[in-house]
C-alpha cells in the first residue's frame, strides 16, 4: 500500500467516523471503497463513452444500409457487464 494524506471536511470527518463505527471497519477501508467505487465508475463511463463514439462511426452515410441491429446493440451491452461481473 501507498500511504496518502488528504484533507476532508469536518462534516465528512464525522460521518466518516460514526459509518466505521456502525460497519466495523477502520476509516482506512471504507475511504479505499468509495475510491474503488469512484474508480470503477469512471472506467464504466469511458467504456459507455468508446461504444458510443464506435457506434457513431457506424451510422451509414445517407442512403447506406445500417451494419447494426438493436439486438447487437442489446448483446454487446450484455456481454460487456458480464465479463465485468467475472
Do not use: C
Amino acid at each position: 500500500m501507498i500511504r496518502k494524506q488528504i484533507f476532508i471536511e469536518e462534516e465528512q470527518n464525522e460521518a466518516l467516523k460514526r459509518l466505521a463505527k456502525r460497519t466495523g471497519k477502520s476509516e482506512g477501508a471504507l475511504i479505499r471503497e468509495a475510491v474503488e467505487r469512484r474508480l470503477v465508475e469512471e472506467q464504466d463511463a469511458e467504456v459507455l463513452w468508446e461504444g458510443l463514439i464506435e457506434r457513431w462511426s457506424q451510422v451509414p452515410v445517407a442512403n447506406e444500409p445500417w451494419t447494426w441491429t438493436r439486438d447487437d446493440l442489446y448483446n454487446d451491452r450484455l456481454g460487456r457487464f458480464h465479463a465485468d461481473a467475472h
